[in-house]
C-alpha cells in the first residue's frame, strides 16, 4: 500500500487530487481511498488530503502520518514541518512550483517531481488551479500508474470542453514533469 | 455519476469512487422516496447537493422540499410518511439538535421516516469535527439507530433500513448515522447497485399490508395522544416493536445477501473473535482501522477480535452477549462521553449486562472525540491495555486514549488544588 499526503489551500483542487487518483486506482482494479481534513470549507485556508493505494482493499479510516509521498499543491509550503512531517525513507515529493532550481531537501527524499502545474493550467484551462495537472504529473512520478486511467477517471469530474481542457493538463503534467533522483 | 466500470465478480452493480456522502444519496434515489425534505450542514451538505442535482437532472422523482431549517424538514417529511409516503432527510450535529422536538414526535407518531445523520460534535463546544455524540444526544428518542463502517456500508444501510423502518410488524423511524470527515468525504469504490435490484429488494413492503394513513376527508387521528392507560399502550408498543427490529434486520441482512452478494452479520459483525481472548467492542469508520490493526497483533501471536456495533438502537444486549461470553477481558471504544459517567455510553450500557459475561472484565477507551484520530498506534494501545486487564495487571478502568493528562494520578483533582491553590 502506498500513503500519499496531499498539501494546498482550498480552491486548489487538493481534494478533488486525491479523489481523481483514487478513481484511476479503482479503473486498474486496485484500490483506492482518500479523504481530506478540514472544518469549515474555505478558499485559502490550508488543506490536508490523505490517499491510500493498494492492490487489497484500503480499511484504514485513518488520517497519515508516515507518508511514502507527499504532494505539495501549494509552493509556499514547500519547507514547511508540516510538509516533511513523518515522510518514510525512500520517499518522494511531488512539487508545484514555477521553480525547479531544486531548492527542497529532506533526508527521507529519494525521488522530486517538479511541475510548474499553475501555468499550465493557466494555458490550458485560464484558471490557476493546478489539480489535474497534479494527476498525470504524480501518476508519472510514482511510477503506480499509467497516464490513461488518470484521463479515464477525470470523466468522472468534468464533461465538455472542460474535461477535454483538464485531460490536455493530465498529459501535460504527466509529460512536463522534472524529475530528479537524489 | 456515469456509469462506471463494470465489476464483473458481483453481478447486479457497477463499481463508482463515491465520498459517503454520495454513497447515501445515492441509497435514498434507490429507495425512489416520494418527498425528501432537508437542509444542508457541514459535513452532511453534499448529499443535499447530490439529491438535488439527481431531482434537477429528473434521476429522482419526489417532491423536494427546501427548507428553512432542520425543525421543518422533519415536520414535512414526518407529515408526509404518515400521509402514505415514502421519505428521506438528512441532517448532522446542530441541525439533528434543531429537529429535536420533532425527532421525538416522529417516533411517538411511529412514522417511518428513514434519515441519515453525520456523526459531529453537538453545540456545547463549538466544533466543526468528527464525534458521535449528536447520535448519543439522540439515543432515547425511540428511533432504531444503524452505524456504518465504509462508503459501502452507507449505501447499503440506507437500502435496509427503508425495508426495516416501513415492515409492517416495526414501523418505527430509522436513522442511519456515519462519522462526519472520515467518512463523509471519504472517496473509495462502492458497489451501486442498479435499480431494478433495488426495486426487488424493497418490493416485499408492495406485499405486506398498507400501514394506517392519513387520508383528505378521512377520519383519523394520528400521533401521540395518550394519558395514563392510553399512553402506556402506545410506549409498551413501540417498545416492543424495537425488540422486534433485532431479529427483523437479521431477515433483513439475509435477504439483502440473496440479491447484492453482501452480508453483514445483522446487529453486529464479529472479526477474528471465535478464539479471541480479548475484544475490542466498537462502531462506525474505527473499526476498518481496528481491523488492520487486528490482523498485525494476530501475526504477532495476540488472540484478539472485534465486535462491530451495527445496530445501536435497540441495543443489541442478546448477540452481544453470546459474541463475548467467556472472554478474557473487554475494552470499549467510545468515540462520545456519557456526563455522568466516567466511562464512555457504550461501555456504560455493555455494563448492564456484565453478569451475563461470564466474568469477563470490562474497561472504557474514549478517543476519536473532536475530529482526533483514532490513529493505529492508538488502537495498539487500546488492545495492549485490554490484554493487561486480560492478565489481571492493575490498569485504570476508563483511559482517553489522545489525552494523557486524564491519566495523571491527580487529572480528578479541581486546578484550584493542582496549582496550590488560587
Same mark, same amino acid.
Request: aromatic letters at 8%; charged letters at 25%; one cysteine or more.
Given at each position: 500500500?502506498?500513503e500519499v499526503?496531499f498539501?494546498?489551500r482550498?480552491g486548489?483542487?487538493?481534494?478533488?487530487?486525491?479523489k481523481?487518483l483514487?478513481? %484511476?486506482?479503482?479503473?486498474?482494479?486496485?484500490?483506492?481511498?482518500?479523504?481530506?481534513?478540514?472544518?469549515?470549507e474555505?478558499?485559502?485556508?490550508?488543506?490536508?488530503?490523505f490517499?491510500?493505494?493498494? #492492490?487489497?482493499p484500503v480499511r484504514?479510516?485513518?488520517?497519515?502520518?508516515?507518508?511514502?509521498?507527499i504532494?505539495v499543491?501549494?509552493?509556499?509550503?514547500?519547507?514547511?514541518d %508540516?510538509?516533511?512531517?513523518?515522510?518514510?525513507?525512500?520517499?518522494m515529493?511531488?512539487?508545484? #512550483?514555477s #521553480?525547479?532550481?531544486m531548492?527542497v531537501?529532506?533526508?527521507?527524499?529519494?525521488?522530486?517531481?517538479?511541475? #510548474?502545474?499553475n501555468?499550465?493550467?493557466?494555458?490550458?484551462?485560464g484558471?490557476?488551479i493546478?489539480?489535474?495537472?497534479?494527476?498525470?504529473?504524480? %501518476?508519472?512520478m510514482?511510477?503506480?500508474?499509467?497516464?490513461e486511467? *488518470? *484521463?479515464d %477517471?477525470?470523466?468522472d469530474?468534468?464533461?465538455?470542453k472542460k474535461?477535454s481542457?483538464?485531460?490536455? *493538463?493530465?498529459?501535460?503534467?504527466?509529460e512536463?514533469?522534472e524529475?530528479?533522483d537524489? | 455519476?456515469?456509469?462506471?466500470?463494470?465489476?464483473?465478480?458481483?453481478?447486479?452493480?457497477?463499481?463508482?469512487?463515491?465520498?459517503?456522502?454520495?454513497?447515501?444519496?445515492?441509497?435514498?434515489?434507490?429507495? +425512489?422516496?416520494?418527498?425528501?425534505a432537508?437542509? =444542508?450542514?457541514? =459535513?452532511?451538505t453534499e448529499?443535499?447537493?447530490?439529491?438535488?442535482k439527481?431531482?434537477?437532472d429528473?434521476?429522482m422523482?419526489?417532491?423536494?422540499?427546501?427548507v428553512?431549517?432542520?425543525?421543518?424538514?422533519?415536520?414535512?417529511?414526518?407529515?408526509?410518511?404518515l400521509a402514505?409516503? +415514502?421519505?428521506f432527510t438528512?441532517s448532522?450535529?446542530?441541525?439533528l439538535?434543531?429537529?429535536?422536538?420533532?425527532?421525538?414526535?416522529?417516533?411517538?407518531a411511529?412514522a417511518?421516516?428513514v434519515?441519515v445523520n453525520?456523526?459531529?460534535?453537538?453545540?456545547?463546544?463549538?466544533?466543526?469535527?468528527?464525534g458521535?455524540?449528536d447520535?448519543?444526544?439522540?439515543?432515547?428518542?425511540?428511533?432504531?439507530?444503524?452505524i456504518?463502517?465504509d462508503c459501502?456500508?452507507?449505501?447499503?444501510?440506507?437500502?435496509?433500513?427503508?425495508r426495516?423502518?416501513?415492515?409492517?410488524?416495526?414501523?418505527v =423511524?430509522?436513522?442511519?448515522? @456515519?462519522?462526519g470527515?472520515?467518512l463523509? @468525504?471519504?472517496?473509495?469504490g462502492?458497489?451501486?447497485?442498479?435499480q431494478?435490484?433495488?426495486d426487488?429488494f424493497?418490493?416485499?413492503l408492495?406485499?405486506?399490508p398498507q +400501514?394506517?394513513?392519513?387520508?383528505?376527508?378521512?377520519?383519523?387521528?394520528?400521533?401521540?395522544?395518550?394519558?395514563?392507560?392510553? @399512553?402506556?399502550?402506545l410506549?409498551y408498543k413501540?417498545?416492543s416493536a424495537?425488540?422486534?427490529s433485532?431479529?427483523?434486520?437479521?431477515e433483513?441482512?439475509?435477504?439483502f445477501?440473496?440479491i447484492?452478494? +453482501?452480508?453483514?452479520g445483522?446487529q453486529?459483525?464479529?472479526?477474528?473473535?471465535d478464539?479471541?481472548?480479548?475484544?475490542l467492542?466498537?462502531?462506525?469508520s474505527?473499526c476498518?482501522?481496528i481491523?488492520?490493526?487486528?490482523?498485525?497483533?494476530?501475526?504477532?501471536?495476540?488472540?484478539v477480535?472485534?465486535?462491530?456495533?451495527?445496530?445501536?438502537?435497540?441495543?443489541?444486549?442478546?448477540?452481544?452477549v453470546?459474541?463475548?461470553?467467556?472472554?478474557k477481558?473487554?475494552g470499549v471504544?467510545?468515540?462520545?462521553?456519557?456526563?455522568g459517567?466516567k466511562?464512555?455510553?457504550?461501555?456504560?450500557?455493555?455494563k448492564a449486562?456484565?453478569?451475563?459475561l461470564?466474568g469477563?472484565?470490562?474497561?472504557?477507551f474514549?478517543?476519536?472525540?473532536a475530529n482526533?484520530?483514532?490513529?493505529?498506534?492508538?488502537?495498539?494501545?487500546?488492545?495492549?491495555?485490554?490484554?493487561?486487564?486480560?492478565?489481571?495487571?492493575d490498569?485504570?478502568?476508563v483511559?482517553?486514549?489522545?489525552?494523557?493528562?486524564?491519566?495523571?494520578?491527580?487529572?480528578?483533582k479541581p486546578?484550584s488544588?493542582?496549582r496550590?491553590?488560587?
Amino acid at each position: 500500500m502506498s500513503e500519499v499526503r496531499f498539501h494546498g489551500r482550498g480552491g486548489q483542487g487538493v481534494v478533488t487530487t486525491s479523489k481523481i487518483l483514487a478513481n %484511476a486506482f479503482a479503473r486498474t482494479g486496485q484500490f483506492g481511498a482518500s479523504f481530506p481534513m478540514l472544518g469549515f470549507e474555505r478558499r485559502g485556508a490550508p488543506v490536508t488530503a490523505f490517499g491510500r493505494f493498494s #492492490d487489497k482493499p484500503v480499511r484504514e479510516k485513518t488520517q497519515i502520518y508516515n507518508p511514502d509521498i507527499i504532494v505539495v499543491l501549494d509552493p509556499s509550503q514547500r519547507s514547511s514541518d %508540516a510538509v516533511f512531517q513523518g515522510l518514510l525513507p525512500g520517499g518522494m515529493m511531488l512539487l508545484n #512550483d514555477s #521553480d525547479n532550481t531544486m531548492n527542497v531537501s529532506h533526508e527521507n527524499l529519494k525521488r522530486l517531481g517538479i511541475i #510548474d502545474a499553475n501555468k499550465i493550467a493557466l494555458e490550458e484551462i485560464g484558471l490557476s488551479i493546478p489539480n489535474t495537472v497534479i494527476v498525470g504529473a504524480f %501518476a508519472r512520478m510514482s511510477g503506480l500508474l499509467e497516464i490513461e486511467p *488518470c *484521463c479515464d %477517471a477525470l470523466q468522472d469530474y468534468f464533461s465538455g470542453k472542460k474535461l477535454s481542457a483538464n485531460i490536455v *493538463c493530465a498529459k501535460r503534467g504527466f509529460e512536463e514533469v522534472e524529475l530528479f533522483d537524489l | 455519476m456515469k456509469p462506471k466500470t463494470q465489476d464483473k465478480t458481483k453481478p447486479g452493480s457497477q463499481i463508482e469512487v463515491i465520498t459517503g456522502n454520495a454513497a447515501a444519496a445515492i441509497g435514498a434515489k434507490l429507495a +425512489r422516496p416520494d418527498v425528501v425534505a432537508a437542509y =444542508p450542514i457541514t =459535513p452532511q451538505t453534499e448529499i443535499i447537493e447530490q439529491i438535488s442535482k439527481f431531482h434537477a437532472d429528473g434521476e429522482m422523482d419526489c417532491e423536494l422540499i427546501t427548507v428553512e431549517g432542520e425543525n421543518s424538514a422533519m415536520n414535512a417529511v414526518t407529515a408526509a410518511c404518515l400521509a402514505g409516503g +415514502r421519505v428521506f432527510t438528512a441532517s448532522s450535529s446542530w441541525g439533528l439538535v434543531f429537529m429535536y422536538d420533532a425527532i421525538l414526535a416522529t417516533a411517538g407518531a411511529r412514522a417511518p421516516v428513514v434519515m441519515v445523520n453525520v456523526n459531529r460534535e453537538t453545540p456545547g463546544i463549538i466544533a466543526v469535527s468528527c464525534g458521535q455524540q449528536d447520535m448519543i444526544s439522540t439515543r432515547d428518542a425511540g428511533w432504531i439507530f444503524l452505524i456504518a463502517e465504509d462508503c459501502q456500508e452507507i449505501l447499503d444501510l440506507v437500502l435496509q433500513a427503508y425495508r426495516l423502518a416501513e415492515d409492517y410488524d416495526i414501523q418505527v =423511524p430509522v436513522m442511519v448515522h @456515519y462519522d462526519g470527515f472520515y467518512l463523509s @468525504y471519504l472517496s473509495e469504490g462502492v458497489n451501486v447497485p442498479f435499480q431494478e435490484d433495488a426495486d426487488r429488494f424493497l418490493s416485499v413492503l408492495n406485499d405486506q399490508p398498507q +400501514r394506517t394513513k392519513l387520508v383528505p376527508g378521512g377520519k383519523l387521528g394520528c400521533g401521540t395522544h395518550g394519558i395514563l392507560g392510553g @399512553y402506556l399502550e402506545l410506549r409498551y408498543k413501540h417498545v416492543s416493536a424495537m425488540e422486534r427490529s433485532k431479529a427483523k434486520f437479521e431477515e433483513i441482512d439475509k435477504e439483502f445477501q440473496e440479491i447484492f452478494g +453482501r452480508s453483514y452479520g445483522g446487529q453486529i459483525e464479529e472479526y477474528r473473535m471465535d478464539d479471541a481472548d480479548v475484544v475490542l467492542v466498537g462502531s462506525g469508520s474505527m473499526c476498518g482501522t481496528i481491523k488492520a490493526v487486528i490482523d498485525e497483533k494476530r501475526d504477532a501471536g495476540v488472540k484478539v477480535g472485534l465486535l462491530k456495533i451495527r445496530m445501536y438502537r435497540p441495543f443489541p444486549g442478546e448477540v452481544m452477549v453470546a459474541a463475548l461470553k467467556g472472554k478474557k477481558a473487554i475494552g470499549v471504544v467510545d468515540r462520545s462521553l456519557c456526563f455522568g459517567f466516567k466511562g464512555g455510553p457504550i461501555y456504560t450500557e455493555l455494563k448492564a449486562f456484565e453478569t451475563q459475561l461470564g466474568g469477563s472484565k470490562m474497561m472504557s477507551f474514549i478517543d476519536g472525540i473532536a475530529n482526533t484520530d483514532i490513529t493505529k498506534a492508538n488502537v495498539e494501545q487500546m488492545i495492549d491495555l485490554t490484554c493487561d486487564l486480560a492478565e489481571g495487571k492493575d490498569v485504570r478502568e476508563v483511559t482517553w486514549v489522545s489525552y494523557p493528562e486524564a491519566q495523571e494520578p491527580d487529572s480528578e483533582k479541581p486546578d484550584s488544588e493542582k496549582r496550590g491553590g488560587l
